[in-house]
């Protein structure tokens, strides 16, 4: 019986498809026929501009480690972590070029895998894993990673992997996307190939030559290959056509916006954007912009709180259980992405977010300064608050 598992592991291994750039794609048929692979996938503008859109948010916000010291929270910049997770994981990579890779990862594969690479119990670096990855539970409960990369093969514990789950799923893998999406994924690759063949056809790809008698061989050869070749494609588009012996050319007439099948693209947008929780105007599709909440405002606080902000804990969490030791834990580590940097492109709303926190007192000023980047002003670590609404009598009295 062991023996025939591992035939079938094999010939598993066998038909996966990789792609171009080293990536394992969850290939397979949708039933429009469409092959759908990470490649055929991204090629979609929809999928790209939802998957860009995702994982370079994040990749972008600073990850930072701090410490919890008597409920108060402490830059802990200092704490070896620190420079992997904020500055760059790995000798080739960036953060956000490393975020970026696993976000995209978590978003298309519902998995991002790193393998921990260890100077004694120090973590020195974090590699991503861009090939399939099977993960077993051991009879204890615990797992196990196996994986071949660049001719390496690689049986390792969980203590030596990094490992976010996506949506659902447990403790072997999160659901993936190009798996649950194929249909809707293959749909609008079908419809995308059927426009481009229209346009291909100079949009009149219905047509009818018809002949008062039967067409021996020879005179069949030259129309099928002199006729439809010099008319044929956008750039013959108009030319006039000679007709003679009694032949005559019967347009069947199409509707331009059908052949373009419009509606079924946009119905492909706002499928694929449904499927990443992305608002369709935050990748272009601004059709129905006002269809939630108060309009587009609405739409992007939305995208932060129940798309984005569930996105990240995810990776909090993932790094805090299993990036950080227990030593770590216990005396108040933890990381934590910065949210605020979001209203960095937002100067109206970081100034309103700051007077609000200086005028009530739970920002000091030289909080904000800091923030700003800029140096800190005598007298700026002391919290003050707005006297208002005070007796009449008392006005002046404050020293």
């Known amino acids: 019986m062991d023996l025939i598992n591992r035939i079938k592991s094999a010939v598993v291994r066998s038909l996966t498809i990789r792609e171009p750039n080293g990536w394992v794609s969850d290939a397979a048929r949708a039933d429009s026929g469409e092959l759908v692979t990470f490649e055929t996938a991204m090629a979609l503008s929809a999928v790209w501009a939802c998957v860009n859109l ?9 990850l930072s480690v701090y410490k919890r010291d008597d409920d108060t929270r402490v830059d802990a910049s200092k704490h070896p972590l620190y420079s992997l997770l904020h500055d760059s994981p790995n000798f080739n990579q960036t953060a956000v070029d490393f975020w970026e890779l696993m976000a995209a990862s978590l978003e298309l594969k519902g998995n991002a895998f790193a393998r921990k690479v260890k100077t004694g119990n120090r973590i020195v670096a974090l590699e991503p894993i861009y090939v399939e990855v099977l993960v077993t539970k051991n009879i204890d409960g615990s797992l196990r990673y196996r994986w071949t990369e660049d001719g390496n093969s690689f049986d390792v514990s969980e203590a030596d992997v990094l490992h976010i789950r996506g949506f659902g799923g447990n403790a072997l893998g999160g ?13 609008a690759r079908a419809v995308d190939k059927s426009a481009g063949s229209t346009f291909k056809n100079g949009m009149r790809p219905s047509g009818a030559l018809t002949f008062e ?17 010099k008319f044929y494609g956008a750039v013959n588009s108009g030319r006039p056509l000679i007709l003679e012996g009694g032949t005559k050319w019967e347009p069947l007439t199409i509707n331009p916006e059908d052949a373009q099948m419009l509606e079924s693209r946009k119905f492909s947008v706002e499928e694929i954007c449904r499927f990443f929780g992305v608002p369709p105007h935050m990748v272009g599709h601004t059709e129905k912009n006002t269809s939630f909440g108060t309009g587009l405002e609405q739409q992007t606080l939305s995208f932060i709180k129940f798309t ?12 805090n259980k299993q990036l950080l030791t227990p030593a770590d834990r216990a005396a108040g580590f933890y990381v934590e992405f910065d949210l605020e940097e979001l209203l960095r492109g937002d100067s109206k709303a970081r100034a309103e977010y700051y007077e609000s926190g200086l005028r009530v007192g739970w920002f000091k000023l030289n909080e904000v300064r800091k923030k700003e980047k800029l140096p800190p002003v005598p007298g700026g670590d002391v919290v003050r608050i707005q006297m208002q609404n005070v007796p009449i009598t008392e006005a002046g009295n404050a020293n």
């Open 54 to 62: 995702l994982s370079g948010t994040i990749s972008t916000l600073p």
């Open 175 to 187: 659901f993936s996307t190009l798996h649950f999406a194929r249909n809707s994924f293959g749909i």
């Open 213 to 229: 008698k039967f067409l021996n061989e020879e005179q069949r050869k030259i129309v099928e290959e002199r006729l439809v070749k």
């Open 308 to 319: 984005l902000r569930r996105r990240l804990k995810r990776i909090e969490q993932s790094i």
